[in-house]
């Protein structure tokens, strides 16, 4: 009896065990598989074709037609994975993350249980999956999948193949967003190499690492490398008449944040605000790609200077990414950010604090603090509070970002001068005109060596040192600098911005005023007028 009972468990357990593992072993289809696989396929080659619009429509009717009980199948189940995950292509290339990640998650885990390990459709699904993770802010699973897309790749198709290679553009812009520039410029230059070798230049093939090394290259402040590097990358979308598409347009925005670090506000703006308006006009009104490039408008306006219509852009900006992406996003952190500047340019110094705190909250969460990105906004946050009266905290904040910052870049660096300007504005608020000037002189040796000796950001920072001197009662000194400053804009005139002039032409008025010496007040008066 009881051999019996021991025979029936085992046959049910045998039973059991073919339900549930036999499909794994040998796909099944549905009587719907072929009807399915069929619409699939028309989709995937409109998608292959560049027609993104008719493999969207047919992926819809694939959705509409496919039945639920049909996942039963793995070959059914396994198929609707890669509708998905083509679908999510489709809604990524057009800025729509909320409707695509949902698919490319989905998606992906249907693909990546159903197929091998070293399967075409497994390498899209870690791709696709990638990507959702890095615009959701999950930067470490978004390198899991992306590594896992460029490793497949690489078995399937090589080390060179573009299919190989778009992972790593990929893995070098989410190494540009997390600060991390040491692995972004060898990732990108690796991935640029492989392309003028195999590709070779000027292609639409390389125009994507050009577009990536501009960017790079913007973010270190090689504003003459970065705008060269997008250049490129136009005069591939010239050669290929792609002027009037959204990859065109998405280039001339970039190039637009480099004219204005090239020292060119003006086409900066005339540039942006031109890109602006034609995404305007084609783009939904609520498109990611569209306010994204809003938000780049506001950035380029409070760079310029232009701090009311920054801040008027960047408040719209804030309020649309919240609702987007909820309010602990580093995306929503680099909209305060750049209203926090607009604020701080004002010497709106509560409203500042206030925006540049938020941001370094939410950087926090995200970012190794020893990155740019974050020390740059310890920065400016501390010298907002030390402009409040929260001066201690503000003081032990800029204290913190100098230290930071000369650990990351230890053979000095710009923005190295610029935590040292603000360290010496707060000493000079104190009275402590000595301290003032230590630290202001050490900013010029770090814009000298960034920049150059006779640069606009180095005279400027030596033009503040003159200042120092005239604080501590030292005329002459301030006379003698100031006046040398004068001479050198003089002789480089062809490089070096007219209207810098003026502020040192009203200090030596005044440093006269002050010797006295009323003519030559008079005389330099009348030059900055």
Not at 159 to 165: A, I, P
Not at 260 to 277: C, D, R, T
Not at 403 to 418: C, I, W
């Amino acid at each position: 009896m009881a051999s019996k009972v021991i025979l029936s468990v085992v046959i049910l357990a045998i039973a059991i065990g073919i339900a549930v593992f036999y499909p794994k072993l040998v796909p099944s289809v549905s009587p719907n598989f072929e009807r399915y696989n069929q619409s699939y396929y028309v989709a995937l080659t409109h998608y292959k074709n560049n027609q993104s619009n008719e493999s969207q429509q047919a992926l819809t009717e694939f959705f509409k037609a496919y039945k639920s009980e049909d996942d039963a199948f793995t070959l059914d189940y396994s198929l609707k994975g890669k509708a998905l995950v083509l679908s999510a292509f489709i809604d990524l290339n057009n800025s729509d993350p909320k409707t695509a990640c949902p698919k490319a998650f989905e998606g992906g885990r249907r693909v990546i249980s159903s197929e091998g390990s070293l399967s075409p459709d497994a390498a899209d699904a870690h791709f696709a999956i990638g990507q959702c993770q890095f615009l959701y802010a999950n930067y470490s699973e978004a390198e899991i999948s992306l590594r896992h897309a460029q490793r497949i790749r690489t078995e399937l198709y090589g080390e060179n193949n573009t299919k190989t290679l778009d992972p790593r553009d990929y893995l070098s812009r989410l190494y540009l967003r997390i600060g991390s520039l040491g692995q972004a410029l060898e990732e990108s230059q690796d991935v640029l190499r492989i392309r003028h070798h195999v590709y070779k230049k000027f292609t639409m093939e390389t125009m994507k690492s050009y577009i990536i090394m501009g960017d790079l290259y913007d973010l270190l402040g090689y504003a003459e490398g970065g705008l060269k590097f997008k250049s490129n990358a136009w005069d591939v979308i010239e050669t290929n008449s792609l002027q009037d598409t959204m990859l065109g347009l998405n280039i001339l925005e970039s190039m637009a944040l480099s004219w204005l670090h090239w020292n060119n506000p003006p086409k900066a703006v005339y540039q942006i605000n031109n890109v602006y308006n034609q995404k305007k006009d084609r783009l939904p009104a609520d498109n990611l790609n569209l306010w994204n490039t809003l938000f780049m408008y506001g950035k380029i306006l409070q760079g310029k200077g232009d701090n009311d219509r920054a801040i008027e852009k960047l408040e719209k900006v804030l309020d649309y990414r919240i609702k987007y992406w909820g309010p602990s996003h580093p995306d929503v952190a680099d909209a305060h950010y750049y209203l926090g500047l607009a604020f701080l340019n004002q010497t709106k110094w509560d409203k500042a604090a206030e925006n540049l705190g938020k941001a370094v909250n939410i950087y926090d969460k995200y970012f190794n603090h020893e990155v740019p990105v974050v020390f740059t906004a310890y920065d400016y946050y501390g010298y907002a509070l030390a402009k409040t009266a929260q001066r201690e905290n503000g003081k032990a904040l800029l204290e913190k970002a100098y230290d930071l910052a000369t650990k990351y870049y230890p053979d000095n660096h710009y923005l190295v001068g610029v935590i040292l300007t603000h360290q010496a504005d707060i000493a000079r608020d104190e009275k402590k005109f000595d301290l003032a000037l230590e630290l202001d002189t050490k900013s010029v040796a770090s814009y000298s060596v960034y920049y150059g000796a006779d640069s606009d950001p180095t005279l400027e920072a030596e033009e503040t040192v003159a200042w120092d001197h005239f604080l501590k009662g030292e005329i002459i000194v301030a006379i003698e600098k100031l006046e040398n400053i004068v001479d050198r804009r003089n002789q480089h005139k062809s490089t070096l911005n007219p209207k810098k002039l003026k502020p040192v032409y009203l200090k030596l008025s005044q440093v006269f005023e002050a010797k006295p010496d009323l003519a030559k007040a008079a005389y330099y008066k009348n030059l900055a007028a």
